[in-house]
């Protein structure tokens, strides 16, 4: 179940990850071109979304990975 606290991290956490992700490769593929802010902003408006689904599809599954992965390390110790 999706709720307000869920969606609002994924809008956060999407629009974080998205920007700094698609400002690092936008820069690396044109460089300091004189339309690089248009090329990064068309290329973000497509990541955006994808990371807003993506964050609200893999959350909960990486929720149960991680606690899986402490469990085991606690037992190590």
């Known amino acids: 179940m999706i709720n307000?606290?869920?969606?609002?991290?994924?809008?956060?956490?999407?629009?974080?990850?998205?920007?700094s992700i698609t400002l690092a490769t936008t820069f690396v593929r044109?460089?300091?071109?004189?339309?690089?802010?248009?090329?990064?902003?068309?290329?973000?408006s497509v990541a955006y979304p994808v990371a807003i689904i993506c964050i609200l599809i893999y959350r909960p599954f990486a929720t149960r990975v991680t606690a899986a992965i402490l469990k085991k390390l606690n037992k190590t110790e």
């Open 4 to 19: 307000l606290p869920g969606i609002i991290f994924s809008l956060v956490m999407g629009f974080l990850m998205s920007s």
């Open 30 to 44: 044109v460089g300091a071109a004189g339309n690089f802010f248009w090329v990064w902003l068309e290329v973000w």
